[in-house]
């Protein structure tokens, strides 16, 4: 099915393990974000990416490694899960272009014990 | 530097209502400017955006939002409100002037309840 699509869904996981979010993309868009979405802060960027290899640090990038070896795949680790880390994690694409419409995965509740 | 507020955190109507949601933006360049939805435990939904041209913008499930280049705003608005339109709307800018990124930001986003 063509869209955007995180998994898990939903992961509990403890203090100081590596969790690792997936994003899968079907459009072949140029640039891909991840997002975290808490209470109080709206929508803050984590880290984008313009194309396969080329990464950025959006507003709050502490604590979170990307990568993008591929141009539909955009996963988001977290090294040593933090309880600060506790969120719903959202990944998006777009095409290039200021015009262009941002399109969201359904998100990834994360729990940190 | 671009940035958007929307200055309600919550709106509150009735149902067969006209409702607004404010957002106002700050821009170097010409602004481009995206409505989104989200409903309960969903990603964002595409509303509608302002590229150029017409000041008034139609949108999907009957909303449509008015860009006012001298006011810096592109308040979200809908005739007649419904029950089902409760969610969470966020506005957001692109800066046509930002050197190539073309990073959105987004506002904090604005609850709309409708009341039966």
């Known amino acids: 099915d063509a869209g955007i699509t995180q998994s898990p869904r939903y992961k509990i996981t403890e203090t100081g393990r590596q969790v690792t979010l997936m994003c899968h993309q079907t459009?072949?868009?140029?640039?891909m974000f991840w997002y975290r979405q808490d209470l109080g802060h709206g929508l803050r960027l984590i880290y984008y990416?313009?194309?396969?290899?080329?990464?950025d640090k959006g507003e709050v990038p502490d604590g979170y490694v990307v990568s993008r070896s591929k141009t539909e795949n955009f996963p988001l680790t977290l090294e040593s899960a933090t309880r600060s880390q506790t969120s719903v994690y959202f990944c998006?694409?777009?095409?290039?272009?200021?015009?262009?419409?941002?399109?969201f995965g359904p998100g990834t509740r994360l729990l940190v014990l | 530097a671009q940035s958007v507020a929307q200055p309600e955190d919550q709106v509150n109507v009735a149902e067969g209502n006209p409702l607004t949601v404010k957002c106002t933006y700050s821009?170097?360049?010409?602004?481009?400017l995206f409505w989104y939805v989200q409903y309960p435990n969903r990603g964002l939904q595409f509303l509608l955006k302002?590229?150029?041209?017409?000041?008034l913008v139609k949108g999907s499930y009957g909303f449509e939002a008015e860009f006012n280049k001298s006011q810096t705003s592109f308040h979200l608005k809908k005739p007649s409100a419904l029950v089902s339109d409760s969610a969470l709307y966020f506005c957001?800018?692109?800066?046509?002037?930002?050197?190539?990124?073309?990073?959105?930001?987004f506002g904090r986003g604005t609850s709309l309840i409708v009341h039966p």
């Open positions: 957001a800018v692109r800066d046509a002037a930002s050197g190539g990124s073309y990073i959105p930001t």
């Open positions: 998006a694409s777009s095409e290039l272009g200021p015009q262009e419409t941002q399109y």
């Open positions: 302002y590229i150029t041209g017409d000041n």
């Open positions: 821009v170097s360049g010409n602004p481009y």
């Open positions: 459009w072949s868009h140029s640039y």
């Open positions: 990416s313009a194309a396969a290899d080329i990464t």
